[in-house]
């Protein structure tokens, strides 16, 4: 198994690598929409798209369980409103040292769970009613440990900030390729030259480029980020239950759910400790650009532990 303090590290180095190409992203989003749609007003557009795109990466470093939970109309869990699974929950805080996180629920009967925050001191677990009531407890408590090492292995920083960024540049590059671009190079003045005219349209094809193949160089930095440390997740998840049958008994049983979590979504998909996306008769799509490894393999390296 990978060596943990690496593995930290390493997410520390991709937080801030992520945040850096957002924020470049946004900027040649702003200058190019200054060049082509305003007329040579790039620069003065990158300005702009700086300060925004800091403000929201420092927005979203501070606030990325916030907005993740809003987006998944999660709410709060008490002890009082449900004791068993604040038990469960301290129980695999007390087995892997890593302070309580906060509980939160989903309200869906689809089975399935996930961990958000920016740091151990700041972290959330959120499970559907369906997968705390469709698990026997050390199902439940192979799930809990899976997630408590999302925790301590500081993905859930960095899938939290991934899920807010990424989520905002296809929200971005979805407005921009369905505007005006039939207009190539319509915001040019008349008196350009003939070089400035093929400068142009050189920085009109790089943008549709840009635009277009964003929402894909997005889905990429997700699936990267999230199979491999589904597999650690789990190994971890044994190590601290010292039961690794639980969480493949567990995992065996999400697989075979049909429900459709209606909370989920693109931006969010790969923060879940299986893929919530599925067709219209409840199984699971899987493709090249899937954030989760097989469940059959996931649960093949947990037996054979």
Not at 18 to 44: D, H
Not at 157 to 183: N, P
Request: with cysteine.
């Amino acid at each position: 198994m990978p060596n943990i303090y690496q593995h930290i590290g390493k997410n520390k180095r991709d937080t801030f690598i992520i945040v850096v190409l957002f924020i470049a992203v946004i900027s040649f989003i702003g200058w190019f929409m200054g060049e082509i749609y305003i007329g040579g007003e790039g620069y003065f557009f990158v300005g702009w798209a700086l300060v925004l795109s800091g403000l929201s990466s420092f927005i979203t470093y501070y606030n990325s369980d916030k907005i993740v939970l809003a987006i998944s109309g999660a709410t709060e869990v008490k002890y009082e409103d449900d004791p068993y699974l604040h038990k469960l929950v301290e129980n695999m805080t007390i087995a892997s040292g890593i302070p309580t996180p906060r509980i939160y629920k989903i309200e869906d009967t689809a089975m399935n769970a996930f961990a958000t925050g920016r740091d151990p001191e700041h972290s959330v677990i959120c499970f559907t009613t369906g997968i705390v009531d469709g698990l026997e407890k050390r199902e439940l408590e192979g799930v809990i440990a899976h997630e408590m090492s999302h925790i301590g292995n500081y993905d859930i920083r960095l899938m939290s900030i991934v899920s807010v960024l990424v989520g905002s540049i296809q929200l971005l590059a979805d407005f921009f390729t369905r505007g005006r671009f039939y207009k190539m190079g319509g915001g040019r003045r008349s008196g350009s030259s003939r070089s400035g005219g093929r400068v142009g349209m050189i920085i009109m094809v790089l943008g549709i480029l840009m635009l277009i193949i964003s929402p894909i160089i997005a889905t990429l930095i997700k699936m990267a980020i999230s199979r491999k440390r589904e597999y650690l997740a789990d190994s971890t998840a044994a190590l601290i239950t010292r039961y690794p049958q639980g969480l493949a008994n567990a995992l065996r049983k999400l697989s075979k759910d049909r429900e459709i979590l209606e909370a989920a979504n693109g931006a969010t998909a790969h923060l879940y400790i299986v893929a919530p996306i599925k067709d219209s008769f409840g199984f699971t799509i899987m493709t090249a650009f899937s954030t989760h490894p097989p469940i059959e393999d996931r649960i093949a390296r947990l037996e054979s532990m």
